[in-house]
Nanobody, 128 residues
Framework: QVQLVESGGGLVQPGGSLRLSCAAS????????IGWFRQAPGKEREGVSC????????YYTDSVKGRFTISRDNAKNTVYLQMNSLKPEDTAVYYC?????????????????????WGQGTQVTVSS
């Protein structure tokens, strides 16, 4: 069964950290560019961070630069999003997506890109 499964979300206080995981099954994740997206209540889904399929290039939206880090562990068929110094405005459902593409990251790190696979999402709530 081909699927992406996110995990690691939860409730954290402002300034805290979480590490999200995006685990793939049924296909080799190292052949795919991966994007992390988020959607807050009443807002459109937005691109958070993306990592290329081969050279490890990364992209971050301005609001998370210096706080979030995307990485991949091909041996575990998993991509991670380490989130530090979390803020209440980071509260959202976080999704990962995979696409067999070599497109520049600034082009594919948007929700309207035609990703091959999407996960079901994991809730991140930043609140005191």
């Amino acid at each position: 069964q081909v699927q992406l499964v996110e995990s690691g979300g939860g409730l954290v206080q402002p300034g805290g950290s979480l590490r999200l995981s995006c685990a793939a099954s049924g296909f080799p994740l190292d052949y795919y560019a991966i994007g992390w997206f988020r959607q807050a209540p009443g807002k459109e889904r937005e691109g958070v961070s993306c990592i290329s399929r081969s050279d490890g290039n990364t992209y971050y939206t301005d609001s998370v630069k210096g706080r979030f880090t995307i990485s991949r562990d091909n041996a575990k068929n998993t991509v991670y999003l380490q989130m530090n110094s979390l803020k209440p405005e980071d509260t959202a459902v976080y999704y990962c997506a995979a696409d067999l593409t070599r497109a520049p990251l600034f082009r594919l790190c948007v929700p309207k890109w035609g990703y091959d696979y999407w996960g079901q999402g994991t809730q991140v709530t930043v609140s005191s």
